[in-house]
């Protein structure tokens, strides 16, 4: 399990990443207007985190990816991959 102080690390990391982000237009240039996703991944003395932010206009988008995530989890977890 993660620990308290490096959750925090990690949410502030993100939240900053975001922040620079929204700051460049450049990023969201030319976006398609359905879904689009932004993936960041980052990492510190203890692992590896990442961030995937999506947006549809269509909200079964957004759902069936994060079932899949949670499929990939459960197998993980199945196989004992992930505590």
């Not at 990023?27 to 003395?45: C, K, T, V």
Request: charged letters at 30%; glycine letters at 10%; hydrophobic letters at 40%.
């Amino acid at each position: 399990m993660i620990e308290e102080e490096d959750a925090r690390k990690v949410a502030a990391a993100l939240a900053g990443n975001l922040h620079g982000v929204s700051r460049d237009a450049k990023n969201f240039a030319g976006l398609p207007d359905e879904f689009w996703g932004y993936y960041a991944r980052g990492h510190d003395s203890k692992g590896a985190f990442c961030m995937v932010v999506m947006y549809s206009g269509d909200e079964k988008d957004v759902d069936s990816t994060i079932h899949a995530y949670e499929e990939w989890l459960a197998g993980r977890r199945s196989a004992g991959l992930h505590e």
